[in-house]
DNA sequence: AATATAATGAGAATGGTTCTCAATTAAGGA
DNA sequence: TCCTTAATTGAGAACCATTCTCATTATATT
């Protein structure tokens, strides 16, 4: 699990009480990384866990972890939002790379190098000030590309 | 506006109708390029010029676009989708690449760069090959980056 | 023109998310 | 520790973009 006083002390930085909702919905997201959670998924794992919470608070502790940079909002439009710890949310980090498999509909976090050429870029070309990056990859993974050339046939 | 019959011609050949309320949504989408529009955006520009569609239409048609390559689907997390056309469908095309304004909102097109390295450097690190990308890059644009130094007083 | 198939539209239904508000809990001072 | 105040919680209602339903209408083919 995460160091759990620097999640407090996150809170609290920004006027936030600690609760025991706000670290359950915590602890449930660290024993999943890195998985993307939905917002009911959470309520439900803790509803299996016989811990009560209501699911506006779940939603409302989502919003507020990540206004204040806990997590990430991602969105892989099948029509829910999700939600993933931000990976070390002491630092300045910003690193918002999916690869979403068309096949299986898998998602793997990727890395986030080569963006800052990119980025530099749109700074001279743009003037634009780029303080956040969202990047989502379609494509086919491993097992499925393999697949897929055993299908078709082709070379 | 961009060439009809080529439009037509998808429509067609992926054994959908050309129909007057296909028409008319692909005529809004070329009068307001490279804007983003909304479902509802298009329903009641197509209103105001008193052509009726329904807006169950409207949802339909953009559907069908997007999945014929005529229109990408893209979402700034504001609560609703936009769609834009795809830049010249004939062609293989893949380029999603928006700089959206935290000052102002604004949305701005930006080039397809640089991509290619970050795609070849995933397709050798994981064996994931990519079909297509979105990106969104969030910042502060040129105009907003100015208001903010002002306002802030930063050097 | 006639028939079969596809598209349309009005409104209902859906479903993720937000809102409301009374009850509960946390925070900080005395 | 007790008290006061402000913040948080939770159940359900409300919201709202989008999808679905199905009777009507238009398109395509014979």
Request: hydrophobic share 25%; glycine share 28%.
């Given at each position: 699990m995460k160091n759990n006083s620097s999640f407090k002390n996150k809170l609290e930085e920004s006027g936030h009480s600690f609760t025991s909702q706000r670290a359950e919905v915590y602890s449930i997201l660290c024993e999943n990384a890195p998985a993307h959670l939905t917002a009911e998924e959470i309520f439900i794992k803790l509803t299996q866990r016989h811990l009560k919470i209501g699911l506006s608070t779940v939603y409302r502790t989502l919003g507020i972890f990540t206004n204040i940079g806990i997590t990430d909002k991602v969105d892989f439009d099948d029509g829910m939002s999700r939600y993933e710890l931000?990976?070390?949310?002491?630092?300045k980090n910003h690193r918002h790379h999916h690869l979403i498999?068309?096949?299986?509909?898998r998602v793997e976090d990727a890395l986030d190098d080569l963006m800052e050429d990119l980025e530099n870029d749109v700074l001279e070309k743009f003037s634009f000030n780029i303080i956040d990056h969202s990047v989502k990859l379609y494509g086919y993974c491993a097992e499925c590309s393999m697949k897929n050339k055993i299908e078709t046939g082709s070379k």
């Open positions: 931000v990976e070390n949310f002491d630092g498999c068309l096949g299986c509909g």
